[in-house]
């Protein structure tokens, strides 16, 4: 079946007791047994519950995979996929990443004897060269955040495989339906899914999909134990999201692409990132592994702080927010919002100026948004 399909109809079958076509909400804690000796499916939502069941099955016809798992949060299900390794092991991770991602390896793996090595660029032969003999996973993000780079999932997979290394890709910023991380060869799948796969900016959530059952139990077994689930009401409204996920992801690209096209020639920018434009380094792998080029960009203006700051100050529908991939457009700057927890050394090493701007292109009318954007732009010094 079609993407589309998938998204409205597997895993969300009508209710077999009533026919409702929506999946119900579960909204319980505890489920009555018939007696000692049986274990029902379902008996503690902790441990299981029919509305994250039916979105565990929804995230994993869209990935692709045979499993999945669903979160309170991006990072708890980034913090599940990462039970996968020991102490002694070792991680080789791209350097532009987001800060969530970045906090759990610096401030919870390190302490706990996991090492970490940053490629510096987003090259396979990059991710190769930090390889050691203790290396048990390559974390990728791919777009990365916020400067959307592109590493190539197939090629740096068939390395992983030739030394026993799994592949886990963070696949917020395409999601499934631009990309199919497992499809090239990785091994675990991470999303937010209160990114576009919610799309509303109505709930927070997570996901993990994977084909690899030894994976998935370790991954399952640590959600059953840690407890780190989204409730039912959330889960329902992801999956009302994903309903959605196509005719959003078509648009946020559209749209995008649009300002990007225009964006790149403003004189007050100094560079843009879109992988949608052919001046994208990684344009062409893009093309190759992608179904399409996503709703995220990013800006750097040529007046530095200042000028983000005056453009932060007088966008009126691109909100100054955290978070992206909601049907309103956002603005944020990485340095004081999603890295702003890295020291100015950090930012540095990740190429994260102060004059960048990142955009989460929404639904509006293209023509509304770029006219938004050049007003907020006039003011600035070239």
Known sequence: MHFETLAIHDGQTPDPATGSVTVPIFQTSTFARENLDQRPEYFYSRIGN??????????ALLENARFGLAFASGVAA??????????GDHIVSGID???????????????????????????????ARCIKPETK????????????????????????????IKIAVDNTFASPYFQRPLDLGAHI?????????????????????????SLYTTIRNYQAAAG????????????????TLKIRMKEHESSA??????????PAIERIWYPGLPSHPQHDLAKQQMNGFGGMLTIALKGGAPAV??????????????SLGGVESLAASPSKMTLGALTPEERRKRNCTDNLVRLSIGLEHPGDLESDLRQALAGIPV
């Open 257 to 266: 692409m649009h300002l990007a096209r225009i964006l790149q020639t403003h």
């Open 189 to 213: 799948v991470i999303h937010s899914t209160t990114k576009y796969l919610g799309g509303h900016s109505d709930v927070i959530g997570g996901a993990v999909a994977t084909n690899d059952q």
């Open 97 to 127: 990443i987001y800060g969530g991602t970045y906090r759990i390896f610096e401030q919870l793996l390190r302490p706990w004897g996991i090492a970490i090595t940053y490629a510096q660029d987003e090259t396979t032969e990059n991710y």
């Open 78 to 87: 980034a913090m599940a996929a990462l039970q996968i390794l020991r102490p």
């Open 137 to 164: 996973l390559i974390w990728l993000e791919s777009p990365s955040n916020p400067l959307l780079r592109i590493s190539d999932i197939r090629a740096t997979a068939a390395i992983a495989q030739a030394t026993n």
């Open 309 to 322: 700051e005056h453009l932060l100050g007088k966008l009126k529908l691109f909100a100054l927010a955290d």
């Open 228 to 243: 780190a689930i989204p409730g039912p009401w959330d889960c329902w409204l992801i999956m009302r999201g994903i309903k």
């Open 50 to 59: 029919p509305t994250r069941q039916a979105l565990e099955s929804s995230i």
